[in-house]
Every structure is written in C-alpha cells, then in structure tokens.
C-alpha cells in the first residue's frame, strides 16, 4: 500500500470510470427526450430521490464504518505482531546470555530473529493469497525450507520450528523452565494472531447487503433526473453525474476497506510492516540494515504506482 498526499484525479476517476459513463449516456438522453419531446416529459416530486437518497446514505455510512473496522482490526493486529517480534528477539538477548558457547548462544538467537522476520513475511505472503516460500532462503536455513515444503501453512511451520529450537535450548540449558514459559506466550501470541487474520481474511462480508444497497443506489441515480430536469434542464446532466459519482466512489471505497489482504492499494500495508520488523531486529543483533535489501524477493512488487482515497 502506497500512500500520497496529492491524489491524482485520474486515479479517482478511474474508480468510477464505467459507472460515469453509464449514468452520462442515460442522464444524456433523458434531457435530449425531454426538451425535445414534450409528450415525453415526465418529472416526480424531488421529495422522492431526496428520501431514497437519504436512505441510501445511511446505508453507505454503516457499511464504511462495517468495513474500516475489519480494516482497522486487521491493522492493530500487524501492530502487535510488530510489538511482539521486537519482545521475542528481547527475551533471546536477555535469557541466553552468558549460560553456554558465546558463539553457539549468537548463532541461535540470530537463527530465531531471522526466522521470525520469515515468519512475517511468509504470513503476510500466505493471507494474500501468494507462494509463502519465495525469498525466504537468505533467512532461514536450506534445512527449514526443505521441511517447510510439508506445509500448506508455511507460517505454522516456521512457528514449529521455533518452538522446536526453544525446546532443544531449554535442554542445553541455555533457559530455564520458567523463561521458557515466557517465550512460549510469545510465541503463542503470534499464533493467535495469524488466526485473526485469518479470520478476517475468511469472513466474506455479507454479499446479499452489498447488492441491495447496490442496486437501491442505481434505483436512486435512474430516478434522480426526474427530480430535477423540471429544474435545471441541461444543467441536470453535470448536477447528476457530480452526485452519483460521489455515491459511487464512497460504495468502491467500502468495498476496497472491507478486504484488508486481497493485495490492493487500500490493504493493510504489511509490505512496510515486514520491513520494519526486519530493520528492528536486525539492528538489535546488532547487524547491519540497507535500505536497499527490503525484503527483496519476499514481496510482492506492485506493477505501478497505487494511492489510497
């Protein structure tokens, strides 16, 4: 997801684009009929589309509010994930420190840390739809990737996996039990997580309530000019398309917020998430960050430039 201040107004249009020209060409020959052919004119009381409209807009408001809280749980949500990668790599360099091999004790904290910017990498690969195991080779071991082949669900693997590690530590002696509890609620928060995401992704918003709200919509703009061409006349023509256009994008803007991982503009911009994560975790161990190493080949690449309204 990219976001602009200066949104260009072909990218607003293009929104609309089909529906425009749809009630152009309708309004269009409703007002040639009318000033042309005067058995042909027939007008309805502008109290008609005025209520409907009305109607309508209280629709629209409760469908956008429906929709931005999917959008916005789906955003706290990437949040936490966020928050606990940044306590996970914390405990490792706390609790493993100084117990067994220096190097031993880097060696697995840097396989985890890693690991777990894969892990979000992968999830936010896998709710969009996408091959979760591209480009997760320069972050886990040839070992992981063979074993995460297995899995439909490459992030439930790689949490295996660290959980297996975390298992074998406790073993070596690197942890103690109770530290061990401590990193498995982590570990079980990014579990919990990823089902809430996967929830959100799963949960079709009712599509019966869009189609009605739909299809009042077309209702109201094919009754509209009625209501005002006794009026405005020619004017109708601007006056319509300026308030269906307005209706229409408000509707596109509740149908592109209620899908927060279907890889559009207006998803959760788990892209940046990612690499955030990844710069955080690496400069806790204390390794190098490029700007110019973000997460390449673990994305997907937008083909062109996006804007959100």
Known sequence: ML?????PIQYILGKVKKEVIGVTIYVALIT?????FHMTRISIPIAVPTILGTVISLLLAFKSNQAYDRWW???????????????????LLTFVDGVGDQQDEKAFCERLAKRQVAWCCALSRHLRGQDSLPGLERLVS???IQ????YTNVPVGLLELQGSD???ALKLGWINSYQQVQIDKTLTAFSNQMGGCERIKNTVFPVTYSMYIHFSLILFVMLLPFGLIEFFGFATLPLVIAIASSFFLIEKMAIHLQDPFENKPTDTPTTTICQTIERDLKQMLKESYRQDEKLSGTMHKPAKMY???
Request: proline share 0%.
């Open 166 to 168: 975390i298992r074998h």
């Open 147 to 150: 074993s995460l082949k297995r």
């Open 32 to 36: 040639f009929f009318y000033e042309n």
């Open 142 to 144: 040839n070992d992981d």
């Open 3 to 7: 976001l602009k201040k200066n949104i």
């Open 73 to 91: 749980e789906a955003r706290t949500i990437w949040g936490g994930i966020v928050n606990d990668s940044r306590t996970l790599v914390r405990q």
């Open 307 to 309: 804007y959100i309204l």
